[in-house]
């Protein structure tokens, strides 16, 4: 991960300590993956904010030129069978390596159309 985003150990550090057991964070530097348990009592939007609130602010203490890092308004939320765990958490870890030969963008349309999300392009990319 790049110096403009939060890094993993933070973001797992949010996620447990609201209660959302962190079993991964990575990703790439233009987006997060985040492999989680979500209690059942707890909306994933409700998580997804209080990550994307906490750790722009830690951002922007990080280093002059980071006071205007802001995530993207949406998110992308799945779920995962725990026989699934052990490849997702290896995709996690992939993802620099991953994207050097597809796009986050062109993954995110395959993964969309594979699973047959509608979805308008106009509210995904911001």
Known sequence: MGRTEPNPTYLAAVLNNHGSVALKVGGSSDHVHALFRLLKNRALAEVVEEIKTSSSKWVKTQARGLGGFHWQSGHGGFSVSPGE????????????????????????????????????????WD
């Open 85 to 124: 765990l052990d490849s997702v958490v290896k995709y996690i870890e992939q993802q620099e390596a991953h994207h050097r030969a597809t796009s986050f963008e062109e993954e995110y349309r395959r993964i969309m159309k594979g699973y047959e999300v509608d979805y308008d392009e106009r509210y995904v």
